[in-house]
């Protein structure tokens, strides 16, 4: 059981380009999230999705698009980099019960130059 | 998502009890409250749920009183192992909710 993979782990992009985080689960969670968080900060929402074919923007959604074809990937995309996306990204799934919280990955480290 | 409050950083030595406080002072009927750890370069790690009085597990506790308005993480003898960035979540964690993460407290444990 793999839990939640997220690939790739680093990344180094130009102002301008745009590419993909992959985030995948084989928990058949429905709640799937995207987190960034800055050096020294805490955890920031981007999007998050409820189920295939549901999403919806959290605290920090410009800049980023996602859509969730199947309950196992849940993919970020940053449509043109920019120095600002400098970031950790952080996948995580939610188990359907109420008494457990969201399970992370182990994160995508991006630097944009 | 009921909004928390906690210490930005502390410090304690080995061997130490810890003990780091939430305030959730809107949390609703239906929320549990939920202690996340995490260490650098790493994804946050569930620590422990409850909903009311006291819950322990192998690593901490969690005590909650009866408004449920506040929540204190307990560590028994802390190691060096234990410094991380240590997140108090509160909500229902339902199929709709956002779940928000607060700025967490920096536990720095010394020798």
């Known amino acids: 059981n793999a839990g939640v993979t997220q690939t790739p782990k680093f990344q180094v992009l130009k102002t301008g380009q745009s590419m993909t985080l992959q985030c995948a689960q084989d928990m058949n969670h429905e709640y799937m999230s995207w987190y960034r968080q800055d050096p020294g900060m805490g955890l920031r929402l981007i999007h998050y999705?409820?189920?295939?074919?549901?999403?919806d923007q959290g605290e920090v959604p410009n800049g980023y698009n996602v859509s969730r074809s199947t309950t196992e990937d849940f993919p970020l995309r940053l449509l043109s980099a920019a120095p600002s996306q400098t970031s950790v990204y952080f996948c995580a799934s939610s188990p359907p019960s109420v008494q457990l919280g969201p399970i992370f990955g182990s994160g995508t480290r991006l630097t944009v130059v | 998502l009921a909004k928390t409050t906690q210490p930005i950083s502390m410090d304690s030595y080995e061997g130490q009890e810890v003990n780091i406080t939430c305030s959730h002072n809107n949390i609703a009927t239906n929320d549990y409250i939920t202690w996340y750890q995490q260490f650098p370069s790493q994804g946050p790690r569930f620590i422990i749920q409850?909903?009311?009085t006291k819950v322990t597990n192998e690593v901490a506790s969690l005590f909650i009183p009866a408004d449920r308005k506040s929540s204190t993480l307990s560590l028994p003898r802390v190691s060096l192992s234990d410094t991380a960035v240590y997140y108090c979540l509160v909500g229902s964690y339902s199929s709709a909710s956002k779940i928000i993460f607060g700025s967490g407290t920096r536990l720095s444990i010394r020798p």
């Open positions: 999705s409820v189920g295939a074919g549901i999403t």
């Open positions: 409850g909903y009311k």
